[in-house]
């Protein structure tokens, strides 16, 4: 499968900063790259699909301006997450598809993110 | 709304029997199914999927099964090891390869 680096791993920020989250499609050219946010004792909770070279497409009640993602690359996406409060806190996970096994999706480690 | 559903939270199996979780969807555009192997504190790991063209994939020692009619999947893992204790996701996706997620099962082998 392919193989799928995020950065950083954790991350502690004060309430107000902007953080960002990269994810790396190592061994392929991902045209698509989907961001996931889980919450403790829960499920992952698609946020957005991101797509290289055009804008990403945000599930229903993801805020967009907050949320901010950019596609630039075939390898890379980033995440940022703008004036993080402490309800943000939480793991944030990308995954890249539609590889030779178009279903499938490769997930990176996840970023922990703790607001204070 | 929770399009699938897995209702086990957690499950315990002795080392060597079989696993059983098992997964429901009601959302019947649903074309393919996954499961994932999650650990605390890392990223969701393939496991094996099934298409729904199929009632039955098996890869080593990890059978998935599709009962269309029920909407219903469940994985079997025979024989479990210590090291299958995770968190089990089932997920499904059609067309688009945007992948909906069940809540996941908390399995413990104990040795």
């Known amino acids: 499968g392919a193989v799928v680096s995020q950065h950083p791993s954790r991350v502690i920020c004060k309430s107000g900063t902007s953080v960002k989250i990269e994810c790396r499609s190592l061994d392929f050219q991902a045209t698509t790259m989907f961001w996931y946010r889980q919450f403790p004792k829960q499920s992952l909770m698609l946020m957005a699909t991101s797509n290289e070279g055009s804008k990403a497409t945000y599930e229903q009640g993801v805020e967009k301006d907050k949320f901010l993602i950019n596609h630039a690359s075939l390898t890379l996406s980033t995440l940022t997450v703008t004036s993080a409060h402490p309800e943000d806190s939480s793991f944030y996970i990308c995954?890249?598809?539609?590889?030779?096994?178009?279903?499938?999706?490769?997930f990176g480690a996840g970023t922990r993110l703790s607001v204070l | 709304d929770q399009q699938v559903k897995q209702n086990s939270p957690s499950l315990s199996v002795q080392e060597g029997r079989i696993s059983i979780l098992n997964c429901d969807y009601t959302?019947?555009?649903?074309?393919?199914f996954l499961w994932y192997k999650k650990y605390p504190a890392e990223g969701p790991t393939f496991l094996i999927s099934?298409?729904?063209?199929?009632d039955k994939n098996e890869d080593g020692r990890f059978t998935v099964f599709l009962n269309k009619s029920a909407k219903h999947l469940s994985l079997h893992i025979v024989p479990s090891q210590p090291g299958d204790s995770a968190v089990y996701f089932c997920a499904g996706t059609f067309g688009n390869e945007k992948l909906t997620f069940g809540t996941g099962t908390r399995l413990t082998i104990i040795p």
């Open positions: 099934i298409s729904s063209i199929k």
């Open positions: 959302n019947s555009m649903f074309d393919y």
């Open positions: 995954s890249v598809g539609g590889g030779v096994a178009k279903n499938i999706q490769y």
